[in-house]
């Protein structure tokens, strides 16, 4: 995906400024976004603006076609690439790049939409050198793969696509992994294609999910990578074929430059141009496995915590005191923020989230006790019968893992969690009677 080349483009410290924006203001948004959900339901996204029209006219004679995959971009709605379908005409000297994935940050209530998952993204149709030009400057790789097509498959593609440039046709529903900027452009030369693409690539797999395709192309951002994992439910955790994993730019290339069409099994895009060179932090192959990491850093803490707790001195049971009234916040606000998104959103991808059983929204009424600890006062009852309800739910996760129905990929979330929930909840019941 990316922002309309010209009209959108906007400097890295204005990103920078605005993800620090929405770092400290989520609690207040939340919020927003739960009374506009309530208030607004009907609320629609505004008309596409004229800029949507393609200038560009498509020839009686056949154009050529060719898929253009750039790299992943320094911006954190860059890391997963792009890809656009490129028109040439060669009695015109014209060359048209149909961009989906456009969105725009200044349109009416965008974040609230985001939100609620109700995006409304556009195709546009751009001159090809202004993009190239752009996508240079950020150092981002750019390659090439002229299409194999005949000629009325190639005329019939360049006419869907001046089509659904136009204003009335160019907004689209978004989703992250079925409906972005690589999948339309999967859909529309499958549909020139009769079918064919998604016949050879249904069914075929490597074994990857959306999960493991998102987190590792977002580990160059590891503390929003960690975020979007916290937020994707059992949905991201199937395991995909090579039709679905085509919501990732570079992926659709692969699948081109291997897909055979013709009665004479001739290759879709075999013939791959390097346009520019990458700049960019490339993503690994697979994300990090955080499973022995979290469990040494989860066993650290749950000993430590333990332990401090134990200690007679005032200041060191306030500072545990402290730290355990920062968690419990957290988990509390995490587990609102996953229930918003599962019961009041139409993000399905984080719907049903096991991660629930960690951040715990029954964490809130632990609060009081820990203020209570910071003066000194001993935990009451309910305190601690809601602490080791939190303990008893934490542990049905990690338990749950052995279950068919429970088969989200969050082992390293609860290894991590569940030692601290526990040293907290030993810290309550020590200090009953002090």
């Not at 202004?130 to 000629?151: F, K, N």
Request: hydrophobic residues 50%.
């Amino acid at each position: 995906m990316r922002l309309r080349s010209r009209e959108w483009r906007v400097g890295k410290w204005e990103w920078e400024r605005r993800r620090l924006l929405v770092l400290i203001a989520f609690p207040c948004l939340l919020c927003l976004c739960v009374l506009t959900l309530i208030g607004d339901a009907k609320a629609q996204a505004p008309d596409a603006p004229a800029f949507n029209h393609s200038p560009f006219p498509i020839p009686d004679s056949p154009p050529t076609v060719s898929l253009l995959t750039v790299g992943p971009g320094a911006i954190f709605f860059e890391r997963f690439g792009h890809n656009a379908l490129v028109v040439r005409d060669a009695a015109q000297g014209t060359a048209i790049a149909y961009n989906y994935g456009i969105f725009d940050f200044g349109e009416d209530d965008f974040l609230l939409n985001f939100a609620r998952g109700r995006m409304m993204y556009r195709l546009v149709a751009d001159d090809l050198d202004d993009d190239l030009d752009m996508y240079r400057e950020e150092g981002r790789g750019i390659t090439e793969q002229p299409l194999d097509l005949a000629p009325d498959q190639a005329r019939e593609l360049a006419r869907f696509l001046e089509w659904n440039a136009r204003p009335e046709n160019a907004r689209y529903r978004y989703d992250y992994f079925t409906a972005n900027c690589s999948t339309r452009v999967r859909d529309a030369l499958d549909r020139a294609l009769g079918g064919a693409l998604h016949a050879q690539t249904e069914g075929r797999s490597r074994g990857y999910t959306y999960r493991l395709d998102a987190l590792r192309l977002m580990a160059p951002e590891p503390w929003l990578m960690l975020v979007i994992d916290l937020g994707l439910g059992p949905y991201a955790d199937r395991r995909i074929d090579f039709w679905e994993e085509s919501f990732v730019p570079a992926t659709l290339g692969d699948v081109v430059a291997r897909a055979r069409v013709g009665a004479d099994g001739s290759m879709l895009g075999a013939q791959v141009e390097r346009v520019a060179q990458n700049h960019v932090e490339e993503p690994p192959a697979l994300p990090p496995d955080l499973r022995w990491p979290f469990l040494g850093l989860g066993i650290a803490c749950g000993v430590a915590l333990g332990w401090l707790g134990t200690r007679p001195s005032r200041g060191v049971r306030a500072g545990v005191a402290a730290f355990a009234l920062v968690f419990e916040l957290a988990c509390a606000l995490g587990g609102a923020a996953l229930l918003f998104l599962w019961l009041a959103t139409e993000h399905r991808s984080a719907w049903r989230n096991e991660n629930l059983f960690l951040l715990d929204p029954l964490c809130l009424l632990l609060i009081p006790a820990w203020f209570g600890m910071l003066r000194g006062r001993a935990a009451r009852r309910f305190a601690r019968t809601v602490a080791w309800c939190v303990v008893a739910i934490a542990a049905f996760a990690l338990g749950s893992k052995i279950l068919p129905w429970f088969e989200q990929a969050n082992l390293h979330w609860i290894v991590l969690l569940l030692p601290i929930h526990l040293a907290l909840a030993l810290v309550l019941q020590r200090r009953a009677t002090s």
